[in-house]
């Protein structure tokens, strides 16, 4: 049985169809540097220094983790528990987080987000993840942006929970001893309604001792709405350009529902919520502030091919510094033989009706002669 004519045209064009498709899989892209790869491996430098400066703070202090974690950056890793611990966290995304390469990424996103020297960028961070911190503060530092840092004090499991390496103590020796140039302008208790609530009364004095130590009086709201009308004047008149979270601080995520759905990365244009007990975050992107949210860390590494809970040697993220883009002559090469296929099937199908054009008439001359005989 023959196939029609527009069929067998059909398969044809999808048989070159699925050709091209692979030709262009297996030639048509090109894996190049990241544009600013260069500043991107700088911020990773200036990181991984900053990291090497927390280890010489803790053991100058005799401060040592509890954990087991053999990780290259095990100084940022925290204890299981302590008084100041606000809720659990996983040793494991501490571990990830610890990895001078989120400078790199923390570089790339801003570069997306068309931040560069001079942008003032808001950043709230809380205790639970200190690296991320370091490596967001090392990024901003090597664009040359101008900052407003607020941290919270109260940390997860295995974040800054060491009553004696709190965010602030961080902070303070990287300033004094390594040349980070910001300081936090504002710093809360951090726990629950960001009053310190839930943390027992010896976690809190500790965290006054702290204030009192690094020469910081810390800020206690009377609720959770003021902490957030408070966090929200101080980036407004600012006047930021893109705000960075790190960390789950109630304030800046909001106690709503949608709180834990905020999506991780960078934010361009997203619809926050409607609820009254939202946080900084949804308000400013209500008033189109773009923002990079950091929690679900291992999600975060992942998607940008960082290496996950990573041992003592930590694996190069080399994807994080490339881009894999189309080759500029596939277009064009597509375009003129998309037109070159359908110029051939409109020759094939001229063809094809000029030949049953011809078969037709052979056929009723053929009828006709007999007839006459």
Known sequence: MTRP???RSLL???????????????WGFRTTEYPDSARMREAAALCASWFDA????????RIESDSRSITRYRALIGDDYTPITTTLGALDAKETAANPDFAALVVRLMAEAKVDSGSTVG????????????????????????????????????????????????????????????????????AENDRGEGIQEEGYLLLE????????????????????????????????????????????????????????????????????????????ADKKTPFIHMLNIK?????????????????????????RTIHPAIPSVALVGMIGLLVSNRVRQ????????????????????????
């Open 54 to 61: 927390v280890a010489e703070f803790k053991q100058a202090n």
């Open 299 to 323: 999600s975060l590494a992942q998607q940008y091919g960082i290496p996950i809970e990573p041992g003592p040697s930590i694996p190069a993220a080399t994807d994080l510094y490339q881009q």
């Open 123 to 190: 950043v709230i961070l809380s205790g639970s993840f200190p690296s991320l911190g370091i490596a967001t503060l090392a990024a901003l530092q090597t664009v040359d942006c101008k900052v407003v840092l607020i941290s919270s004090l109260g940390a997860s499991s295995f974040g800054a929970n060491q009553p004696n390496a709190t965010w602030i103590d961080l902070e303070q020796w990287l300033q004094r001893q390594a040349g980070l140039k910001y300081r936090s302008s504002l710093v809360t208790f951090g």
């Open 12 to 26: 044809f064009l999808l048989a070159i169809g699925i050709a091209v498709v692979a030709a262009i899989q297996a």
């Open 209 to 284: 001792q702290a204030g009192a130590r690094c020469g910081i009086a810390l800020y206690r709201p009377e609720s959770l709405k003021q902490s957030i009308q408070k966090k929200i004047e101080l980036l407004r008149d600012a006047q930021i350009s893109l705000l960075i979270n790190i960390g789950g601080n109630e304030a800046a995520i909001g106690k709503c529902a949608d709180a834990v759905s905020i999506p991780n990365g960078l934010q361009m244009h997203w619809l926050g919520c409607d609820h009254t007990d939202k946080g900084v975050i949804s308000y400013l």
């Open 350 to 373: 001229k063809r094809t009706v000029r030949a049953n054009s011809a078969q037709s008439q052979s056929k009723m001359l053929q009828e006709n002669g007999a007839i006459g005989r």
């Open 5 to 7: 004519a527009s069929t």
